[in-house]
């Protein structure tokens, strides 16, 4: 048995088999052949063999011709591996007694030299690990060859593992078989974070490297609570783990009774409980667990991994399914927030060494004006099925605000001319960046509603990225600066009347609700998972009580004295509450 | 039986017994039908698997013994210890001889 720590990203727990996918995204399935076909598997294994053996000597010849005979010695060290007398052995013996399929003997075997060699102290004869990958990736893509299975192909639930997943490759996924997701590197921020989220099964990122310790088919569990994966569980682990999870179901089926109660206070006040969703298909999610509108549409997914630029028809299509499965409440969609290193179809820009603070966002949708002037037609189009907000993220100037607001007056102007139908529909900002919430007096007099986007507030704020392993524990949402800049937001929206959403992470999480709300936020967005939590907590406070929470966490001096003391808060009004 | 024949050799390389030496030693032992094998610290690899040879992790100056068991014990011996002496000197005769150490 064997514990990594990394990042939660997305809660709940999930057992089950790993498929294990490396940089090539080869997945090493844990199969097993039949007695009566075990010789042919061997015989497979051997055509395998030879057919590799083939092309590194051709690699060895190409190489010593064009470089020099030393070049091509590696490709005769690896010939030697390739026929190696003891590996032949132990693979064949995989096989024939325990009949495994030669994909997975061959990755098993060569995964145990691999790791033998990354042990070793000279870091010389360590990096001959990576020939024993290669040797390994050469086998595998013979013995898969044409029948090389696709993520697309699963067809038994397992539990994804792998270095780092692309938007491309989630997209791939068959989702209906994915339990959960590992991964070695990222943080909250990045994509598989986004997507098991809204998936709504349970995810750990930034483990640090341990892919090659884990075969395809082994069992594995991922606590997406506190961030712990762990390889080969023992009994006693497996037994506890599989009853905390027939108990968070339990859990569940109680919450499902609140679906119909309103977000109100017991003393009354109501609290508009809204869904965070990234894909449209999430809003029934949403409907499911009784919520009060989106909060927060996400419409970033249009544009990530798509080859070319996203049609107005595509946008609309996505906007007006999201708009007609929520009549009459409100959908506040936010325009696109990304930087230009994601989108495919926009050329890298040159100085983007800080992508955090270089071209994107609102940046990026004012310097590509036909691309952002698609996307407010397409929303602007949706707004006569339904209650349509818009808002720009990532706001840090008065005039960027202004010059957002008259492009999409322009496209109004455009639409009228041309006969086409819209509303006039209440336009905001996102706040998160500090420069905003300075200057927050000004912009809530030309704005609708604000929206504290609690994620880049904090990474900005605190200079913190969080997907940065190193520094992510300094990431904190209720770190005293962060809350400041909060509370100067909704006072001001408070006192120009407007509504003050918020949405990111820190509102799903129910240990922040009380604060929240004591802070005099009455609209919060959140992940569609969290709705009947965070409902359950509302409907039990008061709203004194909720401004007494905020009134001391206000008052403390350090982030982790305010999350000792929120917690301990939760933990007195709902004592069997997890958070 | 009973023809066995034991010798010891440091590791002259700067590099220590990485791929290519290794791969000559196995080559070279290959030829013999005796038993090859290399103690280090009382560890015994077998001296016809690369993997194993890179495993044992010899650095520059690492002392090793080699045993061989079998009719040809002797020479392999020689042989194999010469290896070491000339610390694995670049030899070229050896590239055309890849058919042989396929089982």
Not at chain 1, 126 to 149: M, Q, S, Y
Not at chain 1, 433 to 439: D, E, H, K
């Amino acid at each position: 048995m064997r514990k990594l720590h990394g990042i939660a990203v997305s809660p709940g727990v999930a057992i089950g088999e790993a498929m294990v996918m490396d940089q090539e995204g080869f997945r090493i399935p844990r199969r097993f052949v039949a007695q009566d076909a075990v010789e042919q598997e061997l015989v497979r294994f051997n055509t395998a063999v030879e057919s590799a053996a083939r092309e590194i000597r051709r690699n060895r010849d190409t190489v010593s011709q064009e470089l020099g005979a030393e070049y091509g010695a590696i490709f005769e060290a690896h010939m030697q591996m390739l026929h190696d007398p003891r590996l032949r052995a132990e693979i064949e013996d995989l096989i024939r007694q325990k009949h495994f399929s030669s994909e997975y003997a061959v990755s098993r075997s060569l995964r145990r030299y691999a790791k033998v060699f990354q042990s070793l102290e000279s870091q010389h004869l360590a990096e001959r690990a990576n020939d024993i990958f290669d040797i390994e990736k050469r086998l595998l893509r013979h013995l898969l060859g044409v029948r090389r299975e696709g993520l697309t192909q699963l067809t038994s639930p397992v539990l994804v593992l792998a270095h780092n997943l692309t938007p491309s490759e989630t997209a791939s996924l068959d989702r209906r078989y994915v339990l959960g997701f590992v991964t070695e590197v990222g943080g909250p921020g990045s994509h598989t974070a986004i997507v098991a989220e809204g998936m709504e099964i349970p995810a750990v990122v930034g483990t640090g490297p341990f892919l090659t310790d884990v075969s395809g088919g082994e069992m594995v569990i991922i606590d997406g609570h506190k961030g712990l994966v762990i390889l080969q569980p023992d009994e006693d682990t497996l037994e506890q783990y599989r009853r905390e999870a027939k108990e968070a179901e339990a859990l569940q089926v109680s919450l499902q009774a609140l679906r119909d109660l309103p977000a109100e206070t017991a003393d009354g006040v109501r609290v508009r409980l809204l869904g965070t969703i990234e894909f449209p298909h999430e809003v029934q999610q949403c409907t499911d667990r009784g919520c009060d509108g989106i909060g927060l549409y996400r419409t970033e997914f249009l544009y990530l991994g798509a080859q070319s630029e996203p049609t107005e028809e595509v946008h609309y299509d996505a906007y007006a399914c999201v708009v007609r499965s929520m009549p009459g409440k409100p959908v506040v969609m936010r325009t696109l927030d990304l930087g230009a290193d994601k989108m495919a179809h926009l050329p890298n820009p040159e100085d983007e060494h800080n992508p955090f603070l270089g071209l994107r966002s609102i940046r990026l949708a004012l310097r590509n004006l036909p691309m952002f002037r698609t996307q407010l037609r397409a929303i602007l189009r949706a707004s006569v099925l339904g209650d349509v907000h818009v808002m720009f993220p990532m706001v840090s100037t008065i005039r960027e605000l202004r010059q957002a607001k008259m492009v999409l007056a322009d496209v109004m102007e455009d639409l009228e001319e041309s006969g086409i139908e819209f509303r006039q529909i209440p336009v905001g900002m996102m706040v998160e960046v500090p420069s905003a919430v300075m200057m927050i007096d000004h912009f809530v007099r030309e704005v609708d509603f604000v929206s504290i986007g609690t994620n880049d507030l904090v990474q900005y704020t605190l200079a913190v990225d969080r997907s940065n392993k190193d520094v992510a524990e300094l990431y904190n949402p209720c770190d005293p600066a962060v809350l400041k800049l909060m509370q100067m937001t909704i006072q001001a929206a408070n006192r120009q009347q407007i509504p003050v959403y918020v949405c990111g992470q820190m509102t799903s999480n129910p240990i922040y609700t009380m604060l929240l709300v004591g802070m005099g936020v009455r609209t919060l967005s959140v992940t569609p998972a969290a709705i009947p939590e965070i409902k359950r907590l509302i409907r039990a406070v008061t709203i004194a009580q909720c401004e007494e929470v905020a009134q001391r966490a206000l008052a403390m001096e350090h982030a982790r004295d305010i999350k000792t003391y929120l917690r301990d808060r939760v933990k007195h009004v709902l004592p069997e509450q997890v958070g | 039986m009973g023809n066995k024949s034991v010798a010891t050799v440091v590791v002259n390389n700067p590099q220590g017994l990485h791929a290519r030496p290794a791969d000559l030693f196995v080559k070279c032992a290959m030829q013999y039908e005796a038993k090859i094998e290399i103690i280090k610290d009382s560890e015994r690899f077998d001296g016809k698997s690369i993997l194993d040879i890179l495993a044992l992790a010899a650095v520059q100056g690492t002392e090793l013994a080699i045993e061989a068991d079998g009719p040809d014990a002797e020479a392999a011996l020689k042989a194999l210890t010469s290896l070491f002496e000339r610390g694995f000197a670049e030899e070229e005769d050896l590239s055309d001889r890849e058919g042989s150490s396929g089982s």
